[in-house]
């Protein structure tokens, strides 16, 4: 079965510090998306990706994130200098061809820990 | 603002018992819910979904309950397994691909 692969599983950095989270896709998806999930919180949307540009994001995705498709399969995210309070779970999701919200598609998560 | 949150954070059941999950949300604009199933350390998993033409649909062990008059949607799983203890969001779609998730209930299935 197709999944959203991401890297790193774990990763723990210093404040201030820039990230770079790894996604790729189902290989066939045309939308794609970052979530976050805070420890004991709700998963909560960041942006949405589509066309080779951000098709909406949400108040949490401020100028210290970026999201990038360098080539035809990875997706990234990228937090430029990170805060204490980005230390979450980072969850990249893609959807087929429709567009439809579907089956929103989700990798397995990336930890971050900022120090 | 609007918002998807669920009545219990905790339930806890036996082995073989029904499970209900229950799920309010605010905006009547919704048209599209969604629950998803996450299990510890783990990204959310689709479960089974609705849309708000519709007041109920059934998957295999699951149904989803949808009443559009008090904004209420329900999981219901049948003869519960330990293999269905996690995490369970409800999900509505707040625009056209964004989903608004809900805080989530952590259903313990119990010998």
């Known amino acids: 079965e197709p999944e959203v692969t991401q890297t790193p599983s774990h990763q723990v950095t210093q404040m201030g510090q820039e990230v770079i989270l790894r996604c790729v896709p189902i290989s066939n998806h045309l939308y794609f998306y970052w979530y976050r999930q805070i420890l004991g919180q709700k998963v909560e949307f960041l942006v949405s990706?589509?066309?080779?540009?951000?098709?909406?994001k949400s108040e949490i995705f401020d100028d210290q994130f970026s999201v990038e498709r360098p080539d035809g399969s990875n997706f990234t995210l990228k937090i430029r200098s990170t805060k204490l309070e980005d230390s979450a779970m980072y969850f990249c999701?893609?959807?087929?061809?429709?567009?439809?919200?579907?089956?929103?598609?989700f990798g397995e998560g990336s930890r971050l820990t900022v120090l | 603002g609007e918002s998807v949150g669920l009545h219990l954070p905790t339930l806890s059941v036996q082995e073989g018992d029904n499970s209900i999950i229950n799920c309010a949300y605010s905006n009547s604009a919704s048209d599209y819910f969604i629950w998803y199933k996450q299990e510890s350390g783990k990204g959310p998993q689709f479960i089974i979904d609705i849309r708000s033409n519709m007041d109920k649909r059934q998957g295999q062990r699951v149904t989803v309950l949808l009443n559009k008059t008090v904004k209420h949607l329900s999981l219901q799983i049948a003869a519960t397994q330990p293999g269905d203890s996690a995490v369970y969001f409800c999900?509505?779609?707040?625009?056209?691909?964004?989903?608004?998730f809900g805080s989530g209930t952590q259903l313990t299935v119990l010998p």
């Open positions: 999701a893609s959807i087929g061809t429709s567009g439809s919200t579907g089956e929103l598609f």
């Open positions: 999900a509505e779609t707040g625009s056209a691909r964004q989903l608004t």
């Open positions: 990706f589509y066309n080779n540009e951000i098709s909406e």
